[in-house]
């Protein structure tokens, strides 16, 4: 399924406009839903299937240049664009794997921000799995 997936993402990457995050109504509800998920100064988050990057910014709004962004995708040719869409900050980490083996660290995240991804992601217990290792744990 990863290489499946990276085939179509690459195919699809330089024409790809996620209406999601476009100006008007349907931005408005990526704000709330960015707000939504809790994010603070200093936090350190992986956006697992992060495609161009579109939802980076909204993310990195909310952790500041105080904390940190890994972006991971299959596709290179995402990754390539998310490089650009976040290229003027120092605390984006770009990471071309499959999101359920990025090699980040175990208990050491704040959060994972899945947005219009985890539809794509399979077996989803694997991701699962990985997130939850890599998640800090609560005490």
């Not at 195919?11 to 999601?20: E, L, M, Q, T």
């Not at 931005?27 to 994010?39: F, M, N, P, T």
């Not at 495609?51 to 993310?59: K, L, M, N, T």
């Amino acid at each position: 399924m990863e290489t499946e997936n990276r085939e179509i993402f690459n195919g699809i990457a330089g024409k790809y406009i996620n209406p999601w995050c476009i100006p008007g109504r349907k931005r408005k509800k990526i704000e709330k839903i960015a707000d939504s998920l809790g994010l603070k100064k200093g936090m350190k988050v992986l956006e697992p299937g992060c495609g161009r990057g579109d939802f980076s910014s909204f993310i990195l709004e909310r952790i500041t240049g105080s904390g940190f962004l890994y972006l991971a995708d299959v596709s290179e040719k995402m990754l390539d664009y998310a490089g650009k869409n976040t290229g003027g900050f120092e605390n984006v980490k770009l990471i071309r794997k499959c999101a359920c083996s990025t090699g980040i660290k175990e208990n050491s995240l704040d959060a994972v921000a899945a947005f219009n991804s985890f539809p794509h992601f399979y077996p989803k217990q694997k991701f699962v799995d990985h997130f939850s290792k890599i998640l800090k744990k609560n005490k």
